[in-house]
């Protein structure tokens, strides 16, 4: 069975960081790309961030440059380093792989506000 338990998440001011973490369980992690995912109020879940098998890393426009995504096979652990945020990243931040499987956790809340 499909776990994904997402952490790391808070309250942080305009401009400031975060480093998020998926631990997946029942699914084969190494040789599966996976993504983060958010949605925000009102909003449909949009993907952010994608690691592939062999590390090539792609990101939604609206983060490029400020979102690091990175991953560790042995520790079954995806991990999402955010800088740089805005208002507008504000959002329940979900891990699954790419394309996502029809499970979900919980997710993790980042609200940024001042």
């Known amino acids: 069975q499909v776990q994904l338990m997402e952490s790391g998440g808070g309250l942080v001011q305009p401009g400031g960081s975060l480093r998020l973490s998926c631990a997946a369980s029942g699914i084969m992690f190494s040789i599966n790309a996976m993504s983060w995912y958010r949605q925000a109020p009102g909003k449909q879940r949009e993907l952010v961030a994608t690691i592939s098998t062999n590390n090539i890393k792609s990101y939604a426009d609206p983060v490029k440059g400020r979102f690091i995504i990175s991953r560790d096979n042995a520790k079954k652990t995806l991990y999402l380093q955010v800088n740089s945020l805005k208002s507008e990243d504000t959002a329940v931040y979900f891990c699954?792989?790419?394309?996502?499987?029809?499970?979900w956790g919980q997710g993790t809340q980042v609200t940024v506000s001042s």
């Open positions: 699954n792989s790419f394309p996502p499987e029809d499970i």
